[in-house]
Nanobody
Framework: QMQLAESGGRLVQAGGSLRLSCAAS????????VGWFRQAPGKEREFIGA????????WYADSVEGRFTISRDNPPTTVYLQMDALKPEDTAVYYC?????????????????WGPGTQVTVSA
């Protein structure tokens, strides 16, 4: 079973940048789509972006489009979420998740494996 671990979350000033990492253990992300989610206090979990199993396509929610970028290394053991022009409203716990490529579109927010999350705090 795939296990995921996020890292890179910390306190950053508004306008700054941060890169989160999502590392897979037990196997690589080959044949697995990876999604990024976030949950702010008192709010529902938000699906903010994803990358296909091949790494060739990405999708972003309107709230982060143009500011966040998802990429992965090769071989695909780590997926990254580059966050630029951060805003205080980006403050949340960020989660990565994965699913086998045949288990539905990478744009569908139903994912099978989840990391424990990493806290990102953006100060005004």
């Amino acid at each position: 079973q795939m296990q995921l671990a996020e890292s890179g979350g910390r306190l950053v000033q508004a306008g700054g940048s941060l890169r989160l990492s999502c590392a897979a253990s037990g196997q690589t992300f080959d044949s697995y789509a990876v999604g990024w989610f976030r949950q702010a206090p008192g709010k529902e979990r938000e699906f903010i972006g994803a990358i296909t199993w091949s790494g060739e396509s990405t999708w972003y929610a309107d709230s982060v489009e143009g500011r966040f970028t998802i990429s992965r290394d090769n071989p695909p053991t780590t997926v990254y979420l580059q966050m630029d022009a951060l805003k205080p409203e980006d403050t949340a716990v960020y989660y990565c998740a994965s699913k086998y490529a045949l288990n539905g579109s990478f744009r569908n927010p139903r994912y099978d494996y989840w990391g424990p999350g990493t806290q990102v705090t953006v100060s005004a």
